[in-house]
């Protein structure tokens, strides 16, 4: 059975700090690419950073992009989001989610198993 578990969110001021893990199991990790999403009340769910598996290749919302950093560790089977210089706008349920392909995608609905997701809020 394949499991996603997401934890490090919580409540932080603007300018400040978090780091998410996506921890794995029941899947050949190497092979899965992981995403992160996040949903705002009232808002669809975005994609905001994914890594593949094989060549390190990632990818980053425009929003995001020189603020947020993901990493993997093949060997603890977790998937890292660090998150930095966080906004009011970053508030969100944070979602990973993987897909069996080596290579990373961009639209959620190429992710066929997800977490439960965790709370990120950033206070003005």
């Known amino acids: 059975e394949v499991q996603l578990v997401e934890s490090g969110g919580g409540l932080v001021q603007a300018g400040g700090s978090l780091r998410l893990s996506c921890a794995a199991s029941?899947?050949?990790?190497?092979?899965?690419?992981i995403g992160w999403f996040r949903q705002a009340p009232g808002k669809e769910r975005e994609g905001v950073s994914c890594?593949?598996?094989?060549?390190?290749?990632?990818y980053y919302a425009d929003s995001v992009k020189g603020r947020f950093t993901i990493s993997r560790d093949n060997a603890k089977n977790t998937v890292y989001l660090e998150m930095d210089n966080l906004e009011p706008s970053d508030t969100a349920v944070y979602y990973c989610?993987?897909?069996?392909?080596?290579?990373?995608?961009?639209?959620?609905?190429?992710?066929?198993?997800w977490g439960q997701g965790t709370q990120v809020t950033v206070s003005s």
């Open positions: 989610a993987a897909t069996p392909s080596p290579r990373w995608a961009r639209r959620d609905i190429d992710y066929g198993d």
């Open positions: 029941g899947f050949t990790f190497d092979d899965y690419a």
């Open positions: 890594g593949s598996s094989s060549d390190g290749s990632t």
